[in-house]
């Protein structure tokens, strides 16, 4: 977790805003791009990418709310956090992606009325809330580290 604070500074969070923001952007939509050949598979390297992003997010957002702010605030484009929320069908709709995607979301909205505004707007919590009481999301450690206030 010393590595998510240092991320968290202010300069530094910045700069790892820009950076995911970029690869998001880059990478969804190379990854996933209708300029592929018939019967071809999309790009598993930009996918492996996003899939290992979307974790690091998660685990930079888990419990922090000053880190869930820097997913949610924009600098000249979208919000990582509204990025998160309009990637393409398949990362929302594929089992082997779910467990990257979903559980990233979950981190970067957990209790923070004002994230999940910016979520409602293109996905529902419910899915979220869903997937967090599955079997699989119970074991899916980034989910297991959520807190709740009790």
Not at 24 to 44: A, I, W
Not at 62 to 76: C, E, I, K
């Amino acid at each position: 977790m010393l590595s998510m604070n240092f991320l968290g500074v202010e300069g530094t969070s910045l700069q790892w805003r820009f950076i995911a923001s970029h690869l998001v952007t880059r990478l969804s939509r190379d990854s996933l791009s209708d300029k592929s050949e018939v019967g071809s598979m999309p790009d598993t390297s930009g996918i492996y990418i996003l899939s290992e992003l979307f974790m690091v997010l998660g685990y930079f957002a888990v419990n922090n709310t000053d880190n869930q702010l820097v997913l949610q605030s924009a600098g000249a484009g979208p919000s990582v956090l509204q990025q998160l929320c309009t990637l393409p069908f398949p990362f929302y709709g594929d089992p082997r992606l779910i467990p990257y995607t979903t559980p990233a979301l979950l981190a970067a909205t957990h209790q923070n009325p004002e994230a999940m505004a910016i979520l409602s707007c293109e996905l529902s919590y419910e899915l979220l809330e869903q997937y967090r009481n599955s079997e699989e999301g119970k074991l899916n450690p980034l989910v297991r580290l959520l807190k709740d206030n009790a």
